[in-house]
């Protein structure tokens, strides 16, 4: 008697384009099967594309990541396919039909150089923050325009002067008064959800009041280790202030850092301009005596 089998694909799928569905990828491919990598996002890379450095070794996280995003890229038996899900799956082992949605991206991927234009121009993102006509015209204290103003006077040009604007200004009052950017954008006629969207994606700026002095506390891997949230907590208690709040008197602000680059000092504390190395909790008055 004949035992009869079914038939097998020669072909994977791998859901999920991260590291672990890209190593797998390659790990099938190299093995002679055909590979569809699906992804939900636009792009493989997953999360790790968003970090800086890994645990513990503390290695780049896009050095490891790249070299694998470029072999799934260039290899003929993986076929990626980005901004897709998965409906359905029927069959058995080794016989899978596999239904897949893959959204819509307006945009051909052949021709795509990652430009950015179709981002800049799309009407479904960016109409609902079109200027309304007739704004009613800014609303603020007369000492905060004239300092606006000043600042203002000092630049000539078009769309290209706005990151020295919102520099000077942030400089002036230690952070971005709504007033102060509606009057910015009243004055040089550029959109405010263009001056929003430059202030929200510098870490040099700031859209919420600070105090005078902003003490920022590193807590990377080095400072981790070394006791930087029992520091952290010190300076919480001696200002009464929660991380990421202003005292009451606006003489402190209290945050967090990813990494100031003086791991060797670790642990470390910056305050404004001024760093302090190898900070342990005794030092916390020592610090704040020298701003008040």
Not at 130 to 139: I, W
């Amino acid at each position: 008697m004949i035992q009869k089998t079914s038939d097998k694909v020669g072909a994977v799928l791998v859901v999920g384009g991260g590291v672990g569905g890209m190593q797998a990828s390659l790990d099938l491919a190299e093995s002679g099967y055909k590979v569809y990598l699906v992804e939900k996002g636009p792009s493989i890379g997953g999360v790790m594309a968003q970090l800086d450095k890994t645990f513990p070794t503390n290695d780049c996280a896009m050095c490891t990541l790249a070299p694998r995003m470029v072999d799934c890229g260039r290899h003929l038996d993986i076929e990626k396919l980005t901004y897709s899900e998965i409906d359905s799956i029927e069959g058995e082992a080794g016989n899978f039909r596999v239904s897949i949605r893959k959204k819509a991206r307006s945009v051909d991927p052949e021709k795509c150089t990652g430009c950015g234009e179709c981002t800049e121009h799309c009407l479904v993102r960016n109409i609902v923050y079109m200027d309304r006509p007739g704004r009613e015209p800014v609303q603020m204290e007369e000492s905060m325009k004239v300092k606006v103003d000043t600042i203002l006077d000092s630049y000539k040009g078009g769309p290209e002067i706005i990151v020295p604007i919102l520099h000077d200004v942030n400089e002036e009052f230690n952070w971005l008064p709504p007033e102060a950017l509606l009057r910015i954008a009243e004055v040089t006629s550029i959109p405010i959800e263009h001056i929003l969207r430059i202030g929200s994606f510098y870490n040099a700026f700031s859209l919420t009041e600070k105090g005078k002095h902003v003490i920022r506390v590193c807590t990377g891997t080095a400072c981790y280790v070394k006791g930087a949230p029992r520091i952290l907590d010190a300076f919480s208690r001696e200002l009464n202030v929660e991380i990421g709040d202003m005292t009451e008197d606006k003489q402190f602000s209290l945050e967090t850092v990813n990494c100031v680059g003086c791991c060797g000092q670790s642990p470390v504390v910056t305050v404004d301009d001024d760093i302090y190395g190898y900070v342990n909790q005794t030092m916390v008055q020592d610090v704040l005596g020298k701003y008040t």
